[in-house]
């Protein structure tokens, strides 16, 4: 079975600081993984994947298969961050199938 | 281009009832997929529809389907309500591959009283 674990609920942290949103996952094969994000009062709306190796808004985020993980960091947070982020994931003939994390609120306070 | 467009955007249904939610997909997305929201639940997978055929689905009773016409638009449909049907119904549509960027759209807020 598939499964995204987002550790922390919420995560509060004053602009300039670094920021990173935990993602683990188990998935027995070869993932999809995705962030995801949704600003307040805006749609769900893809941040990245690890398959494009971008880097959106100075948003970056490593694959570790060791670890399963696929965690979000950003060394310097802004206020405009602050948003609800969900980590994602999908893989073989999951055909339209996202399993999603529960979430973590990030809160940048100025 | 367009976005998503979910019609109607918020329903009051009573339990029992029967509901139909509508979902237009951005022009040229073939998939589309259907979630439920709920606090407790989070985000969960109801089913996805591609060229009209189901080709994937999620754990809920049978209570909860769907389909898709010709032009890729969806509905889904929650027969005999209960009070726990109560939440967001997302709607995404992508190209074609799992590792497409989903889409999603605004959402249907149900309350079922």
């Known amino acids: 079975a598939q499964r995204v674990t987002q550790p922390e609920k919420l995560l509060s942290v004053f602009k300039g600081a670094p920021v990173e949103l935990k993602c683990n996952y188990s998935?027995?094969?070869?993932?999809?993984l995705f962030w995801y994000v949704q600003y307040s009062r805006q749609r769900l709306q893809l941040l990245l994947r690890h398959i494009s190796r971008e880097s959106i808004k100075g948003f970056t985020a490593d694959l570790n298969k060791g670890e399963t993980s696929f965690h979000l960091k950003k060394p310097f947070a802004q206020e405009e961050d602050s948003a609800m982020y969900y980590c994602a994931l999908t893989g073989g003939t999951s055909y339209g199938k996202l399993t999603f994390g529960q979430g973590t609120i990030l809160t940048v306070h100025p | 281009k367009a976005g998503v467009t979910q019609t109607p955007r918020y329903l009051i249904k009573t339990r029992g009832q029967q509901v139909t939610l509508s979902c237009s997909p951005i022009?040229?997305?073939?998939?589309v997929s259907w979630y439920q929201q709920t606090p407790g639940q989070g985000l969960q997978f109801l089913f996805e529809?591609?060229?009209?055929?189901?080709?994937n689905k999620g754990n809920f009773p049978g209570r909860f389907s769907g389909r898709q016409f010709s032009n890729s638009r969806s509905e889904m449909n929650v027969s005999t309500l209960e009070l726990g049907d109560s939440a967001l119904y997302l709607c995404?549509?992508?190209?074609?591959?799992?590792?497409?960027?989903?889409?999603f759209g605004p959402g249907t807020r149900l309350t079922v009283t």
């Open positions: 529809y591609f060229s009209e055929t189901q080709r």
């Open positions: 998935y027995s094969g070869s993932p999809e």
């Open positions: 995404a549509s992508s190209f074609f591959d799992p590792s497409d960027e989903q889409y």
């Open positions: 022009s040229g997305h073939r998939s």
